[in-house]
């Protein structure tokens, strides 16, 4: 997993720390704080409290669950995909839609971890990548981090590799030695194989020199040759959802070591680097007390310790060579030569997640996109495939017909959950989240059923769960009751209402606050025109840009999609049609949030154009 996605998780969780205290509407005084003392016992009351929780960590955005109750047929067509991967093929594109909280991440990611654990199992080389686009939004940081995530990993392999060398050649030197020792000695000429055969001392540590065969060979029992064609395994998702049907015909580690000298043949010499095979060392497996030991250069492509050297040597000078991308300033070409570069070092199968792809094609466009799916014909050692995962089911109408082909080569669509669903991923999470009979019967139903009316989002679901358990907390009830989870719902919504207009375009801003301010001065079914009278006062106040009217109109309609305000076109018979206007979130809260930003606080004294209405 990549560092994006702790990034996200860090993200995730200040999010939640502000929605805690409803984006700064607390109600502690700070004054009331005195320095000199050192507690006032603010936390007392509440630490004493009967907690609620027993775990609330679980109902919480970043936690992932090991168990995804309703999702697997999907997690079974990933895994039935992505099987290939385990089998040195690449699999096809994966294009995953759903809207939020239908657990596309969180699947994802499961499948992810265990395509990963099961590739190191039986040591099929496979890289699984994930990004958050909306964290990595351009082709610049997205190539970026991709480059340095390979060099990172094939750093790590050349260490390891070296590793290996070193100690063959360890075994090479005790061989010798113990060789050296033995030419000394008469007396082994005439009974080299039997009981006191000085060869057996020269045999080298079996837990040292030989580690890579013995690993090799204790895993010859699951071995993937050995299960395949068995059935597959995916009907269980939480276990072994990829294990089942695996079967490595490449890069199988399980090669039998050749007798005599014959298999160092100069063909093994030029073998990939990934490719060295230094399971020789294994043949001592077969060893009986009367077969003389085989040189630990047997069965591997060196036939002296200077070939180790020189690939030693050529490892170290590959992992100089790597460069690592910095996080601006490159030309993209360069970057994305790099990155190039780092996935065909070596032979394997990368599978590239990109997560809420569509922001990265809205913000970015589709190049990223585009480069990616066209590597493949270029590569020569690895193999990329592609899982892309969108919340906008249209988004494929914005990219080029040869990205979406190649991107769709496979679609996995994840429905909105129903209220019985998310009913039952509730009560899983809380099982562990809770204190037994902190919960009251009708609670979870009924988050079940808002969410449900969210279009199946999960993360509603679970937030309004954690937020009704806040709420018990903090007013120190023993149970969450009905009456907590209206309040989450209450709560999370003006959470989401002060977050969008925190963000909204300082044009919209003031055309929020012109509508505010008739409200708040009694004026009812508010139309287009006096909004724009009081608007354009406003601007000329900030020295802001004036538009035009119409203008104007397109942002109310912006507005009520948002849900902030509602528009009804009504009929005024002869004179045409017009809109009125009325604000559809609280007021205050709104208004503060509103002057908040620095350019709308500067208009101290709003009265003037609420009178102006009147004159125009
Ligand atoms: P998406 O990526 O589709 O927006 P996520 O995978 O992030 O949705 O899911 C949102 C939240 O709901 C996460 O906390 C996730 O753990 C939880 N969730 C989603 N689906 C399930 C499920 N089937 N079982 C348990 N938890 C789930
Ligand atoms: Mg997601």
Not at 266 to 288: H, K, N, T, V
Not at 388 to 403: A, E, Q, W, Y
Request: hydrophobic share 35%; net charge negative; charged share 30%.
């Amino acid at each position: 997993m990549s560092d994006d996605d702790s990034e996200r998780t860090r993200a995730e969780e200040v999010e939640q720390v502000d929605t805690d205290e409803t984006g700064g509407f607390s109600s502690f005084d700070s004054s009331e704080l005195a320095d000199e003392e050192p507690s006032q016992g603010l936390f007392d009351d509440l630490l004493s409290g009967e907690p609620i929780f027993e775990n609330k960590e679980v109902l919480r955005p970043s936690y992932t669950p090991h168990e995804l109750p309703h999702r697997s047929d999907q997690i079974n067509k990933m895994a039935t995909i992505l099987v290939a991967a385990l089998r040195g093929e690449t699999p096809s594109n994966i294009l995953i839609y759903g809207k939020t909280g239908t657990g596309k991440t969180a699947s994802a990611k499961f499948v992810s971890k265990e395509l990963e654990s099961t590739s190191q199992k039986y040591s099929v080389p496979c890289d699984v990548e994930y990004i958050n686009c909306e964290v990595t939004d351009t082709q610049y940081r997205v190539l970026a981090q991709l480059a340095n995530k390979f060099i990172e990993k094939n750093e790590a392999r050349i260490d390891d590799r070296i590793d290996e060398l070193e100690s063959l050649l360890e075994a090479v030197d005790e061989y010798e030695a113990a060789d050296a020792d033995a030419a000394v000695r008469p007396e082994t000429e005439g009974d080299l194989f039997d009981e006191d055969d000085p060869f057996e001392s020269a045999l080298p540590n079996e837990d040292e020199s030989v580690s890579t065969g013995t690993e090799t060979s204790s895993q010859s029992g699951d071995s993937p040759l050995e299960t395949e064609g068995s059935s597959n395994g995916v009907d269980d998702p939480s276990n072994g959802a990829i294990d089942g049907s695996t079967s490595a015909g490449q890069n199988n580690p399980n090669r039998l070591p050749a007798d005599g000298d014959e298999h160092r043949s100069d063909a093994d010499s030029d073998r990939e680097p990934s490719d060295i095979d230094l399971s020789g060392a294994g043949s001592s497996d077969g060893r009986s007390d009367d077969v003389p030991p085989n040189h630990p250069l047997d069965s591997t492509p060196f036939d002296s310790r200077a070939g180790i050297e020189d690939e030693i040597e050529s490892l170290e000078e590959d992992k100089a060579s790597f460069e690592e991308v910095p996080m601006t300033g490159w030309p993209t070409d360069r970057v994305y030569s790099v990155f190039f570069d780092a996935v065909d070092y070596d032979e394997r199968v990368v599978v590239i997640m990109l997560d809420e792809i569509d922001k990265l094609v809205e913000k970015s466009g589709d190049d990223t996109l585009y480069n990616l799916s066209r590597m493949n014909s270029e590569l020569e050692n690895s193999r990329v495939s592609i899982i892309g995962i969108s919340n906008d089911l249209k988004f494929t109408d914005f990219l080029d017909p040869r990205v979406k082909s190649s991107l769709g080569e496979e679609e996995i669509v994840f429905p909105p959950y129903d209220a019985n669903q998310l009913r039952d991923i509730l009560e899983h999470r809380s099982e562990v989240a809770f204190k037994g009979g902190a919960l009251s019967e009708d609670v979870i139903p009924l988050c079940a059923a808002f969410a449900a009316q969210e279009h199946g989002d999960a993360r509603r679901a679970l937030d309004l769960l954690r937020t009704a358990g806040e709420l018990a907390e903090r007013s120190q009830a023993e149970t969450i009751v009905e009456e907590h989870v209206r309040e989450a719902q209450d709560k999370i919504e003006l959470d989401r209402v002060v977050e969008v207009v925190r963000t909204l375009p300082t044009q919209s801003k003031l055309v929020l606050f012109a509508i505010i301010l008739l409200e708040k001065n009694g004026v009812h079914s508010i139309n287009t025109g006096e909004v724009f009278n009081i608007y354009k006062r406003l601007c000329e106040e900030i020295d802001a840009d004036v538009l035009t009217q119409r203008r104007v109109t397109d942002l109310i309609s912006e507005l009520d999609m948002l849900g902030i305000v509602n528009a009804v076109v009504v009929s005024k018979g002869r004179y045409g049609r017009t809109k009125e206007i009325s604000l559809s979130v609280p007021l205050e809260e709104t208004e503060a949030v509103l002057l908040s930003d620095s350019r709308l606080s500067d208009i101290d004294d709003v009265q003037p154009f609420v009178q102006a209405r009147f004159e125009n």
